[in-house]
């Protein structure tokens, strides 16, 4: 079985953290993740990649607006003694 990692992106003391939630055995769910939320960080920073490489923007920026959003972190065989399953990703929010 897969666990799709769910990890939780925010801006916390000028940078940016990735924190490991919880995971889904959903692919379908993980698609998900990776089409709204995981875009919605990536699609931003594709569009002000100028301005983060010579440090006229700062991620915080992003976070201002969106302080939260979700990546599928990894994929893993086993969780044993780790993160609990999240089986209403829908319950994730952006804020």
Do not use: R
Not at 6 to 23: C, L, M, N, Q, R
Not at 49 to 63: K, M, N
Not at 71 to 94: A, H, P, Y
């Amino acid at each position: 079985m897969k666990y799709y990692i769910i990890s939780k992106i925010e801006f916390i003391d000028e940078a940016v953290k990735h924190t490991p939630i919880g995971y889904t055995n959903s692919a379908e769910d993980a698609e998900n993740i990776t089409e709204t939320s995981t875009k919605l960080f990536t699609d931003w920073i594709a569009d002000n990649i100028d301005g983060l490489s010579d440090c006229t923007t700062c991620p915080s920026a992003f976070f201002n607006t969106t302080p939260v959003c979700y990546e599928i972190g990894w994929i893993s065989n086993n969780v044993d003694g780790g993160e609990f399953e999240i089986t209403e990703v829908d319950t994730l929010t952006l804020d």
